[in-house]
Nanobody, 127 residues
Framework: QVQLVESGGGLVQTGASLRLSCAAS????????MGWFRQAPGKEREFVAA????????YYPDSMKGRFTISRDNAKNTVYLQMNSLQPEDTAVYYC????????????????????WGQGTQVTVSS
């Protein structure tokens, strides 16, 4: 069983940056792709980014390209999400999850290819 704990969220102003962390315990993450998702109040969960096992492969939906960067440190069993130029519409609870399928599938961002979701970290961007 894998436990994921997200951290690094908070209340920031428009244009600020945050780096979210997703720390894992119970299993090494180096064998798994990982993903970040977010969910705003009243909205469906949204795919933010995915990263391959080695970290050499990353994928972002078009709406997330340019401001968000996913990375990982397998030695620390941790995945990161660097968020720059934050906007009020980025306000959401951000979750990380373990990809249970191949990179070809997990980079599509479909939730069904992910498991072991963390509890999330709140990001609030004020205007």
């Amino acid at each position: 069983q894998v436990q994921l704990v997200e951290s690094g969220g908070g209340l920031v102003q428009t244009g600020a940056s945050l780096r979210l962390s997703c720390a894992a315990s119970g299993r090494t993450l180096s064998s798994y792709g990982m993903g970040w998702f977010r969910q705003a109040p009243g909205k469906e969960r949204e795919f933010v980014a995915a990263i391959s096992t080695s970290g050499t492969g990353t994928y972002y939906p078009d709406s997330m390209k340019g401001r968000f960067t996913i990375s990982r440190d397998n030695a620390k069993n941790t995945v990161y999400l660097q968020m720059n130029s934050l906007q009020p519409e980025d306000t959401a609870v951000y979750y990380c999850a373990v990809a249970t399928q191949t990179w070809i599938l997990s980079r599509t961002g479909e939730s069904r290819w992910y498991a072991y979701w963390g509890q999330g970290t709140q990001v609030t961007v004020s205007s």
